[in-house]
């Protein structure tokens, strides 16, 4: 039995707000989890949730990962940046070329994402969230196919990406050279596992390539790992 995607998760200083913004874009339901966290529960095929926790410290360097949101028309494009801007977002430079036409934002704790130009044919089939951009190697895409149980769609010159087989976003991994890491990911995956299947699951994603980062457990009952680029995710029973 594989895990399945539970969340993307976010370390925010204001996690309810951060989700009030994204809750904005995405147009998703929002709810409270306790101690002053939130999450929202998708409205579309996007098959896992997106959770604001609370973190400590500030933002540190840019994220290895972050959401490509698609668009239908120039227009619309224009419509999803605006919106963005409206909510709090602004305009940031990652080194992209002008010549590029997908536009980078920030979100108002300066968690990056990208607005993606219409017509992108890789994303075509996809939703609203395109696909959840990696800092990775080929290895780490490998990993989180066996992971997860989800093919690989993409693997060409060390770029990899893996889908769901019933939809939904795109998890990509851009190849080397990887960024620099800076302290524990703002964003990470938290999986789940079958009730009572949790240390089996473990004990599979070790053999994968998966570390455990601590012996014990979180406040929440979660054990926290690490994939073979040393990515933290949470793995945990589903609550």
Known sequence: MTSHLFAV?????????????????????????PPGGAALLPGDDTGFRIRFLPAQGPKAGQNPMHFDLTSTSPQDQQQTVARALELGAEHIDVGQRPEEGHVVLADPEGNEFCVIEPGNRFLADCGFIGAL???????????????????????????????????????TWGGPPLMPKTGRNRLFLALAAVPGDEQPEIDRLISLGATRIDAGRDEAGGVLMADPDGNEFRMSAPG
């Open 133 to 171: 951009s990696c800092d990775g190697s080929q290895q780490v895409g490998y990993f989180w196919s066996e992971a997860l149980g989800w093919p690989l769609v993409w693997d060409q010159d060390q770029e990899t990406a893996i889908r769901s087989p019933h939809g939904g976003p795109k998890i």
């Open 9 to 33: 998760c976010f370390g925010a200083s204001r996690p309810r707000q951060l989700a009030g913004f994204w809750s904005g874009m995405l147009g998703w339901e929002t709810l409270d989890e």
